[in-house]
């Protein structure tokens, strides 16, 4: 009897042995690694689209993806607000924010925004499918809603102003991809401009480092896309017109 049994033991190790090994061989080879490899695969890949994308295959990588050491969130419904890596406001999710890191910003709603300085490298990332979906708004008689001192990107943003400016960019490299900048048409429309330029070379040893790169982005509004006051000057403009829509790209470079 004690014969029998250990002998229907040692068959059901065998089966289970056997499913496990079968049921590893469908493993893809990148979800073997650890959660502290896989997540260092993540952080070099692009915000928008492909590590948003990744967090769309499982549940795993939705949270290594969505990970704080990948990127902070700014999201107004959030209520737990000791909550690792998640902020009320955009202000809040600057100053905290390390040169390199990047910020998405939840879908849905407005934020509002006024002259917040940015003076470190960091990716501001709208969290909707569209860039309509995430909008920063920009009190009125604020001289602008971001103020650039150094070498940024945004993507998959609205920016709405009233007067004043969206984008004030002072200095450093900054991309614009795929946003929606909307300056309101009033009366005064000619004191508004989507994208205003300061940037001024100190020594023509720095004369690459300041320029503004607008790739597919719908500019609204205002007395012109671009001002510039600096060193810098429009170059390379292409624009193509999608139905009810104008979408620019340009560079804003030294000549």
Known sequence: MEDEEKINSERST?????KTMKNNSFIAPINKLDDGCLMHVFSFLSPIPDRYNTALVCHRWNYLACHPRLWLRVDQSVKDLFETGVFPDLKTAVSVARPGDTI???AGGSHPVSNIQIKKQLC??????????TTLICSRGSDSALEFLSTCKLANLTVKAELGCCLLHRSGRLTIDGCVLQCETNPLDFL???????????TPMKSNG???TVLHTRIEGGAKAVLTSGDL?????????ARTYLYFWFDVDHQ
């Open 14 to 18: 065998k089966r289970f042995k056997s």
């Open 104 to 106: 998405l910003i939840a």
């Open 124 to 133: 501001l990332v709208g969290g909707g499918e569209l860039p309509d979906e």
């Open 192 to 202: 508004s401009c989507p994208i205003v330029s300061t940037a001024i070379t100190s």
């Open 210 to 212: 300041d320029s503004v």
């Open 233 to 241: 000057v429009l170059q390379r403009v292409r624009v193509i017109y």
